[in-house]
């Protein structure tokens, strides 16, 4: 049986979240970010396909970065005429002190 229940801002918050968490390669670009954070594409590109051997175009790999900026886990500073990437641990924090907490063992 299904139940039709309302989704709230938060719940699309939570989903935009573990879509973009929930692979492999993003997983991948937000480790190098943690590496090493203010980062362009071609940096970025480069660091994850020869690190970790993930075949990509840069055209996917463009949709990666959309998907991690729209669940808030990226951010982008413009310098100059170059776009740098810069990793955003706010929605992992949250996570963790929200919807995970309620996980926690006393």
């Known amino acids: 049986m299904l139940h039709n229940v309302a989704m709230t801002t938060a719940d699309e ?33 480069t660091r994850v396909v020869t690190n970790h051997g993930i075949g990509q175009t840069r055209q996917g790999f463009s949709r990666h970065l959309t998907a991690l900026e ?4 990226i951010e982008i500073e413009w ?10 641990t706010a929605p992992i924090a949250e996570l963790k ?6 996980f926690e063992e006393e």
């Open 97 to 102: 002190s929200g919807w995970l907490k309620s």
């Open 70 to 73: 729209q669940a808030g886990l």
């Open 13 to 45: 918050t939570l989903n935009r979240l573990f879509r973009a968490l929930g692979d492999t390669t993003r997983r991948t670009i937000i480790a190098e970010l943690g590496k090493r954070d203010r980062q362009s594409l071609f940096e970025l590109f």
């Open 79 to 88: 310098q100059g005429t170059t776009k740098l990437h810069r990793l955003n």
